[in-house]
């Protein structure tokens, strides 16, 4: 079986969340072996499954050629781009044909694959969540000190970590408001602006970042994500609107306790595991309550045992055997999705 990761990973797009997902399940199938050929971005046409994570122009007009059966994994739905891309309502008029001309989308949450039915409710899906790599992603004190040591971060500071992109979407108007609330914890956040000026708020956000106080701190990419969430004490992620956020299972991975808005992709595939807010007031309730995130700081790992990315690998090998004549057909959502 020969399959390609195709995947538009150059510029900005190889800073959000599709195109690192895809090297982390990449990268698991070649450790497991299981499929005999698996390429990244090979642009010939004798391949029996392709596999898509972005649907630019590159990717559309790999499309065109490769012969085998074109999957895409809906990693974006039109409800993600608003408050993220100044373009959004241009941008989102292209997905129903755009996602029809796939022969199969791998959805990555019971909302994602009800989205994409409403889109294309003749394309077939299959319910595959994201995987998080458990090996790569957990406590480990010599990354917490290395990364408070650079950043000048003292051992007995209380740190909230985001990561994500600066975007209203992201919650990022609101990461600052809690900054300014809480003067004496320290608050980062780590990632940028990869779509540059046609980032939603791109101004007002560089405004309102250069009225900080010292408490905060704007790191940009981090070469190490995984001692970002070794060097905090909880995980703060105020975001509106979301498919499977791979910072929420990295940071669980790593046994951060997780405050998050309360909205349905978090409340339905994170459960009563992570610590909900629906007003900023509760928010600040809930990152000053030690004992209570202790207590929900013990449930992270645990929970993520589910997603790892050897188990996730092993779905997508399962289906892709499915799509190209080597096995039964799988159910829309698969057993054992939390």
């Known amino acids: 079986m020969r399959i390609n990761f195709f995947v538009e990973d150059m510029l900005f797009f190889k800073y959000i969340g599709c195109a690192t997902l895809a090297r982390m399940l990449y990268n698991a199938l070649i450790t497991e072996k299981s499929c005999s050929k698996i390429a990244w971005n090979a642009h010939g046409r004798d391949f029996d499954l392709v596999h898509y994570h972005t649907f630019g122009p590159l990717a559309l007009t790999n ?31 292209f997905y129903p044909e755009i996602y029809g001309s796939f022969d199969h989308i791998i959805t990555i949450s019971p909302l994602c694959d009800k989205e994409v039915h409403e889109i294309v409710p003749d394309v077939p899906t299959t319910l595959i969540p994201n995987g998080v790599d458990r090996e790569k992603f957990r406590p480990d004190p010599e990354k917490r000190a290395a990364f408070r040591e650079k950043y000048g971060i003292g051992e007995d500071e209380w740190v909230v970590l985001t990561v994500a992109q600066q975007t209203p979407r ?102 009563d595991t992570i610590l909900y807010f629906d007003r900023i007031e509760e928010a600040g309730m809930l990152i000053e309550d030690r004992d209570l995130l202790r207590q929900h700081a013990a449930l992270s790992r645990p929970f993520t045992e589910g997603f790892d990315i050897r188990a996730i690998a092993n779905r997508h090998v399962t289906l892709y055997r499915e799509l190209t004549g080597n096995g039964s057909r799988s159910t829309r959502f698969p057993a054992g999705y939390r």
């Open 170 to 271: 992201k919650g990022i108007y609101d990461f600052l408001s809690l900054s300014h609330r809480h003067p004496d914890i320290r608050f980062i956040w780590v990632g940028g602006f990869p779509y540059g000026r046609f980032s939603q708020d791109y101004s007002m956000i560089e405004e309102k970042k250069g009225q900080t106080g010292r408490n905060v701190l704007f790191t940009g990419f981090v070469d190490d994500i995984a001692s970002a969430y070794c060097g905090a004490d909880l995980f703060f992620f105020p975001s509106y609107a979301e498919g499977l956020p791979i910072v929420v299972l990295e940071a669980l991975a790593t046994g951060l306790a997780v405050v998050a808005r309360r909205i349905p992709e978090f409340t339905g595939n994170f459960g």
């Open 63 to 93: 499309k065109k050629y490769s012969h085998g059966v074109k999957v895409l994994t809906a990693h974006s739905t039109p409800r993600l781009n608003a408050g993220n891309l100044v373009f959004s309502e241009t941008v989102n008029h």
